[in-house]
C-alpha cells in the first residue's frame, strides 16, 4: 500500500533553515507528481510546492525564492528544503501524492518558526 513519511520538522529561529524528507513506498515514485502541503492553526490546507516526474517545479507565491522542491528517485524521497524561514511558515507540514488513483497523505511533520 502507499505509504508516505514526513520527517525534519522542529523549533526554528527567524531566518533560519530546515530541510524536510518525504519517504515514499507502495508505489512508482519516478512516475508520481508529489507535493508539500501545509496547514497552519485556524487555517485551510495550502499548496506549498510541486515537484512532477520531470523535476518540474511550482511554488505558492509565499515560498518562491526561500523554499525549493526536490527529489531523489533512487531513495524514493521527496525534500523541501526551507530557508529563510518566518513565523508565519508555522504549521504541519504533509506530503501527498495522487499515484495509484488514490489521494495519499503522509502523517505530517510540525514546522515551528519563532524566537
Known amino acids: 500500500q502507499v505509504q508516505l513519511m514526513e520527517s525534519g520538522g522542529g523549533l526554528v529561529q527567524p531566518g533560519g533553515s530546515l530541510r524536510l524528507s518525504c519517504a515514499a513506498s507502495?508505489?512508482?515514485?519516478?512516475?508520481?507528481?508529489m507535493r508539500w502541503y501545509r496547514q497552519a492553526p485556524g487555517k485551510q490546507r495550502e499548496l506549498v510546492a510541486r515537484i512532477n516526474r520531470g523535476a518540474f517545479t511550482n511554488y505558492a507565491d509565499s515560498v518562491k525564492g526561500r523554499f525549493t522542491i526536490s527529489r531523489d528517485n533512487a531513495k524514493n524521497t521527496m525534500y523541501l528544503q526551507m530557508n529563510s524561514l518566518k513565523p508565519e511558515d508555522t504549521a504541519v507540514y504533509y506530503c501527498?501524492?495522487?499515484?495509484?488513483?488514490?489521494?495519499?497523505w503522509g502523517q505530517g511533520t510540525q514546522v515551528t518558526v519563532s524566537s
Open positions: 507502495g508505489f512508482i515514485f519516478s512516475d508520481a507528481t
Open positions: 501527498n501524492t495522487n499515484s495509484n488513483g488514490g489521494d495519499y
